[in-house]
């Protein structure tokens, strides 16, 4: 098996770890938290978010969990599409829902996760730098660029 082969997988564990702790953590707090398998698999004919938390008063939060050692990245639409057509669907059934991007990250000896709502931005890009050395975290919306331009 190569050096790249492996790196995939233990980023693919971490990964799926962050999804089981944010599920727990909502768990713990008293809200209902359902984690879907193999989301981002591309295996389903339907939108399957990675987690999706109930809270009280019909609130549905649909989270899309991205985890990375990068120090900037940058999340376009397709990163969040799922997530928006779920709530979508729910809101048509009477739910109110937010749509969340958690991020976390992972380096040597540091970790920061963060979360970032995308409702209002579905169509936008997101651009999120960390300062790992004075653990700043810095985020801003950009509108898309159309493919005409």
């Known amino acids: ?50 987690l999706l938390i109930f809270r009280p008063g019909g609130i549905i939060d649909v989270v899309q969990a991205k985890t990375t050692r990068k ?35 992972v380096r040597p000896g540091k970790t920061r996760e963060a979360l970032i709502r995308v409702d209002g931005h579905e169509q936008d890009v997101l651009i999120v730098s960390y300062d790992y050395k004075r653990n700043i975290l810095h985020y801003r919306w950009e509108e898309a660029r159309s493919r005409e331009e």
Do not use: C, H
Not at 5 to 34: C, D, H, P, Y
């Open 71 to 105: 120090s900037k990245i940058r999340f376009g639409p397709p990163t969040w599409e799922s997530e928006v057509r779920v709530a979508r669907r729910l809101r048509a059934l009477g739910f109110k829902t937010r749509v969340w991007l958690a991020l976390k990250f």
């Open 1 to 50: 098996m190569g050096k790249g082969k492996v790196k995939t997988r233990t980023a693919l564990r971490s990964g799926i770890r962050f999804e089981q702790v944010m599920a727990r953590e909502a768990w713990n707090k008293g809200f209902f938290a359902m984690r879907s398998t193999g989301s981002g698999s591309g295996t389903s004919a339907y939108p399957r978010p990675d």
